[in-house]
């Protein structure tokens, strides 16, 4: 995150929203946030993804009982995934 806050400055207030979102709803059970659950993803790998802001910054986490796990924060690019 520290490369990335270099050039995107509102990386901060972005990762700020995604945490305050993911403690109120983390598997999107009222399917109102931009949250999916990756298909062939195992845990510990990041099996949800958060997508915040309109194409820029994509979260991914793992869920176990009430903890989130946050494994990357990346710029949406081919390799993201």
Not at 8 to 16: A, D, M, Q, W, Y
Not at 37 to 42: A, D, M, Q
């Amino acid at each position: 995150m520290k490369k990335l806050m270099q050039k995107h400055p509102g990386l901060i207030r972005r990762f700020e929203e995604a945490i305050a979102l993911l403690s109120v709803d983390p598997h999107n059970s009222s399917n109102k946030y931009p949250i999916k659950k990756l298909v062939g993803v195992p845990a510990g790998e990041g099996q949800y993804r958060l997508r915040s802001g309109r194409f820029r910054f994509r979260f991914r986490y793992d869920v176990a009982g009430k903890e989130v796990t946050l494994h990357d924060c990346g710029l949406r690019r081919e390799d993201t995934y």
